[in-house]
Protein backbone atom coordinates (compact mmCIF):
# COMPACT_ATOMS: atom_id res chain seq x y z
CA UNK A 1 0.00 0.00 0.00
CA UNK A 2 1.86 3.81 -1.01
CA UNK A 3 1.75 6.11 1.30
CA UNK A 4 1.52 9.92 1.05
CA UNK A 5 3.47 12.82 2.27
CA UNK A 6 2.91 16.60 2.04
CA UNK A 7 5.13 19.45 1.84
CA UNK A 8 3.00 22.41 1.35
CA UNK A 9 4.88 25.46 2.86
CA UNK A 10 3.08 28.90 3.31
CA UNK A 11 5.60 30.78 2.14
CA UNK A 12 5.01 28.90 -1.28
CA UNK A 13 1.78 28.51 -1.70
CA UNK A 14 -0.09 31.24 0.13
CA UNK A 15 -2.58 31.59 2.82
CA UNK A 16 -4.56 28.53 4.74
CA UNK A 17 -7.18 28.70 1.99
CA UNK A 18 -4.84 27.63 -0.60
CA UNK A 19 -2.63 24.90 1.23
CA UNK A 20 -5.78 23.08 2.22
CA UNK A 21 -7.55 23.32 -1.09
CA UNK A 22 -4.00 21.79 -2.50
CA UNK A 23 -3.78 19.23 -0.04
CA UNK A 24 -7.68 18.22 -0.79
CA UNK A 25 -7.02 17.67 -4.32
CA UNK A 26 -3.41 16.13 -3.86
CA UNK A 27 -5.23 13.48 -1.48
CA UNK A 28 -8.25 12.56 -3.40
CA UNK A 29 -6.10 12.33 -6.93
CA UNK A 30 -3.99 9.79 -4.43
CA UNK A 31 -6.72 7.97 -2.96
CA UNK A 32 -8.13 7.22 -6.79
CA UNK A 33 -4.66 5.73 -7.74
CA UNK A 34 -3.51 1.93 -7.41
CA UNK A 35 0.12 2.41 -6.90
CA UNK A 36 2.80 0.08 -5.48
CA UNK A 37 4.08 -0.32 -1.98
CA UNK A 38 5.94 3.18 -1.86
CA UNK A 39 6.09 6.10 0.03
CA UNK A 40 5.35 9.46 -1.63
CA UNK A 41 6.17 12.78 -0.94
CA UNK A 42 4.88 16.17 -2.78
CA UNK A 43 6.50 19.10 -2.31
CA UNK A 44 4.49 22.02 -4.30
CA UNK A 45 5.61 24.38 -6.40
CA UNK A 46 4.18 28.54 -6.08
CA UNK A 47 2.99 27.39 -9.72
CA UNK A 48 0.09 25.42 -7.88
CA UNK A 49 -1.29 28.28 -6.08
CA UNK A 50 -2.52 30.01 -8.98
CA UNK A 51 -3.31 26.75 -11.33
CA UNK A 52 -6.40 25.81 -12.31
CA UNK A 53 -7.81 22.29 -10.49
CA UNK A 54 -7.97 20.47 -13.93
CA UNK A 55 -4.23 21.83 -14.80
CA UNK A 56 -3.27 20.10 -11.44
CA UNK A 57 -5.38 17.01 -11.49
CA UNK A 58 -3.94 16.54 -15.10
CA UNK A 59 -0.01 16.88 -13.82
CA UNK A 60 -0.85 14.41 -10.69
CA UNK A 61 -2.32 11.65 -13.28
CA UNK A 62 1.05 12.44 -15.30
CA UNK A 63 2.90 11.90 -11.46
CA UNK A 64 1.03 8.86 -10.78
CA UNK A 65 1.69 7.22 -14.36
CA UNK A 66 5.59 7.82 -13.97
CA UNK A 67 5.61 6.32 -10.51
CA UNK A 68 4.08 3.46 -11.69
CA UNK A 69 6.18 3.10 -14.73
CA UNK A 70 9.35 3.20 -13.32
CA UNK A 71 8.54 0.95 -10.55
CA UNK A 72 7.65 -1.74 -13.10
CA UNK A 73 10.84 -1.22 -15.00
CA UNK A 74 12.65 -2.32 -11.30
Not at 12 to 27: E, K, M
Not at 46 to 66: D, S
Request: hydrophobic share 50%.
Amino acid sequence: MARLGLSIAARTVGDAVHRNRLRRLIRESFRLQELPPLDIVIRARTAARTAAAVTLRAALQRLWKQIDEAWAQR
